[in-house]
């Protein structure tokens, strides 16, 4: 059973869980009323640092979302500038995580990573657009079997100071795997091939390594959403 619950945890939470856990015993040395707060933040940093497995749907072209959250973007945009690839625009799709969500981010669609960009920043809100560009980022550069770019961007956010990445130039990776993490909150941009479109709307909940959020082979246009 223990080690069924070490599984479901990130590698990089363990340090904050201990950290939590030392602290709550310390507290209930120094007064037993104290064991309930220490209780209620290691819980909380366990649950927050949380990584469940996930069933990846499997086709030549689809593409997974890259994390949890919900979709507050969706725009026609530029590369980013800072990967000098030639001018054009794309879609770009923009996931928010808040503190309750699975952390981990995970890789969109077979691939392999050509290009690690990091780029130092400011911590500004990561719901607000100018976070794209703003903010502390980590640009992932991702070309498919068939040749087209995909770029991923973990931004950390107005909490968020740490950015956790654990590939490597050169990797060959599965739709689903495991890259790293964003702590304590933050957003994930993901930008298409030219003229794909999102097949995800806007406000819609995403399932990092389940929803599938856009087919290279689909020609279906932008989708709208309601709320029911």
């Not at 725009?75 to 309750?100: A, D, H, K, Y």
């Not at 079997?145 to 950015?163: E, F, H, S, Y």
């Not at 794909?196 to 082979?217: F, H, K, M, S």
Request: aromatic residues 6%.
């Amino acid at each position: 059973m223990l080690n069924l619950i070490i599984t479901q945890i990130s590698r990089e939470g363990l340090p904050f869980i201990v950290f939590f856990a030392v602290a709550t015993i310390i507290l209930s040395i120094i007064n037993n009323w104290l064991v309930l707060p220490g209780l209620v933040m290691t819980i909380g940093c366990t649950y927050f640092f949380r990584d469940p497995n996930r069933i990846t749907p499997v086709r030549h072209g689809l593409i997974i979302s890259p994390a949890d959250g919900v979709v507050v973007s969706i725009s026609q945009v530029s590369w980013p500038e800072e990967l000098g690839i030639n001018p054009g625009t794309v879609q770009r799709i923009c996931i928010f995580m808040n503190v309750f969500d699975v952390h981990v981010n995970r890789i969109p669609i077979d691939c392999q990573i050509v290009k690690l960009t990091y780029l130092p920043g400011t911590f500004i809100n990561a719901s607000f657009d100018k976070a794209s560009k703003q903010n502390e980022r980590q640009l992932i550069t991702m070309e498919t079997q068939d040749g087209q770019l995909i770029v991923l961007v973990q931004i950390a956010g107005l909490v968020a100071r740490r950015i956790v990445c654990k590939i490597s130039e050169g990797q060959v990776m599965l739709a689903g795997e495991r890259i790293g993490m964003i702590c304590f909150g933050s957003r994930v941009d993901i930008y298409l091939p030219p003229k794909v479109a999102p097949l995800v709307a806007l406000g819609q909940r995403c399932i990092a390594g389940e929803t599938v959020i856009a087919d290279l082979n689909s020609t279906e246009a932008l989708r709208e959403g309601v709320m029911r």
